[in-house]
């Protein structure tokens, strides 16, 4: 929507409160040009930031002129209340308001954190009848985030948090680093509004760590099976793949889950373990691989280079292992640079060690490019590594033949630009 669009709903609404979501730092100015549309309307009207940005960063957000609060961490409560003292009008009681920034006198007052909600059941399941539902399947359908969606979809929460200390993951910020789980019968209610309410067929269970309560998940798939949902269902996020074994597979599998993404992150061991800190056991990643191919569930993996501590040999050992899945089962394949979110240890190691790039800045988080180098790697080493991990996604499959026969011509240069860089690889690989 543009920033005309957003004021003509405002204007319509009349909202005495606006609440944007601010998911990544990378979208900071949009959050912010979203913000100075609502006030172009009426400068009364409360702005409210929520999301990874407003909590890493909260001072930065309340620099913003049209930002009135931050909300810290976990929203829901904090809104709520935030909401009910502005519909009583006692302002004075925002400093009671745990986990809320807001500007006094010119000066930033961050009142004490708020406790995560330990009991997620609590809480009411999204107001999607609020919502064009059919406009947003169509949406989505035309743009979707994978390409696998080709039904009406919605996206699902079963869980919070996240014990693990990867050094580039922020999910922790919002979070928190305390698992916490709805209750299968919790879970599997939505999943069966979700089908009779809105006619929808696809699932994304959104999670951060769905696999880390193996019991649960057992319960959640036997339970889709008891009430005889027909859905499909992914995990766009990741799972971790030391959480799966064949027999939660082959539940999964029945439930409905037709593709998983895991993450072994890097093809080295020591470089999973104490370089990126995830210590996960890469010979179960290839287990998990070949015993989802048995079940019939389709895999795609997951890869960051450009790690500090990281080598050349050591990313080219990655592409080679994702090679290695390749054979094993394994269908899809994403490699993306090591990102310094702010709030991340990665984000620590990199200023404090002077890698950051000198074009790193919030916008420059979205802009899907190296932001580290270091003594082993330049900026250029990780894009021709990147396009070089790029090969080892299989030239044609189902997706990419349906997208090609939409649009012969751009499919057409893909192919002379993938061609090329083949040559490329051989030709280095000849030297």
């Known amino acids: 929507?543009?920033?005309?669009?957003?004021?003509?709903?405002?204007?319509?609404?009349?909202?005495?409160?606006?609440?944007?979501?601010?998911?990544?730092?990378?979208?900071?100015?949009?959050?912010?040009?979203?913000?100075?549309?609502?006030?172009?309307?009426?400068?009364?009207?409360?702005?409210?930031?929520?999301?990874?940005?407003?909590?890493?960063?909260?001072?930065?957000?309340?620099?913003?002129?049209?930002?009135?609060?931050?909300?810290?961490?976990?929203?829901?409560?904090?809104?709520?209340?935030?909401?009910?003292?502005?519909?009583?009008?006692?302002?004075?009681?925002?400093?009671?308001?745990?986990?809320?920034?807001?500007?006094?006198?010119?000066?930033?007052?961050?009142?004490?954190?708020?406790?995560?909600?330990?009991?997620?059941?609590?809480?009411?399941?999204?107001?999607?009848?609020?919502?064009?539902?059919?406009?947003?399947?169509?949406?989505?359908?035309?743009?979707?985030?994978?390409?696998?969606?080709?039904?009406?979809?919605?996206?699902?929460?079963?869980?919070?948090?996240?014990?693990?200390?990867?050094?580039?993951?922020?999910?922790?910020?919002?979070?928190?680093?305390?698992?916490?789980?709805r209750t299968p019968k919790n879970v599997v209610d939505e999943l069966q509004q979700l089908v009779e309410t809105y006619g929808v067929q696809q699932v994304d269970f959104e999670d951060d760590n769905l696999t880390f309560n193996k019991k649960r998940l057992e319960e959640i798939c036997d339970e889709i099976v008891n009430r005889g949902l027909d859905i499909e269902w992914y995990t766009p996020n990741g799972v971790r793949a030391d959480g799966l074994d064949a027999s939660l597979l082959a539940k999964m599998r029945r439930s409905g889950c037709k593709r998983i993404m895991v993450a072994p992150e890097s093809g080295v061991q020591y470089v999973v373990n104490d370089i990126i800190k995830k210590n996960q056991d890469l010979k179960k990643v290839e287990a998990a691989v070949v015993n989802a191919h048995k079940v019939g569930i389709k895999v795609s993996c997951f890869f960051i280079i450009g790690f500090i501590g990281e080598t050349k040999a050591d990313i080219q050992a990655t592409i080679n292992y994702a090679y290695k899945l390749r054979q094993l089962g394994a269908d899809r394949f994403y490699f993306s640079y090591a990102t310094p979110l702010v709030g991340t240890e990665l984000f620590r190691q990199a200023k404090e060690g002077g890698y950051l790039r000198p074009e790193f800045s919030d916008e420059a988080l979205s802009w899907a490019q190296p932001l580290i180098e270091t003594p082993e790697f330049t900026a250029e080493d990780l894009r021709e590594l990147c396009a070089q991990a790029m090969l080892v996604n299989p030239t044609i499959n189902c997706d990419r033949l349906r997208r090609a026969l939409r649009n012969p011509k751009k499919a057409l240069t893909i192919l002379i630009g993938r061609a090329r860089l083949v040559h490329r690889r051989k030709l280095s690989e000849s030297i």
């Open 1 to 181: 929507m543009s920033s005309q669009q957003i004021a003509d709903r405002i204007r319509g609404w009349k909202p005495d409160l606006t609440v944007i979501t601010v998911p990544f730092s990378g979208w900071w100015q949009t959050a912010f040009e979203t913000a100075t549309a609502v006030k172009s309307v009426n400068s009364e009207i409360k702005t409210a930031l929520i999301g990874l940005h407003p909590s890493a960063k909260p001072h930065e957000s309340l620099a913003q002129p049209y930002i009135d609060f931050v909300v810290i961490g976990e929203p829901e409560l904090t809104v709520q209340e935030l909401a009910a003292t502005i519909e009583t009008g006692k302002l004075d009681e925002l400093k009671k308001v745990k986990g809320l920034g807001f500007k006094k006198d010119g000066k930033d007052i961050i009142n004490p954190p708020r406790p995560f909600i330990e009991d997620l059941d609590s809480l009411p399941f999204p107001a999607r009848h609020l919502l064009p539902m059919k406009e947003l399947f169509s949406a989505v359908k035309q743009t979707p985030i994978r390409g696998e969606i080709r039904k009406p979809c919605a996206r699902v929460l079963t869980s919070r948090g996240c014990p693990n200390n990867c050094i580039f993951c922020s999910n922790h910020i919002v979070m928190g680093k305390k698992w916490r789980g």
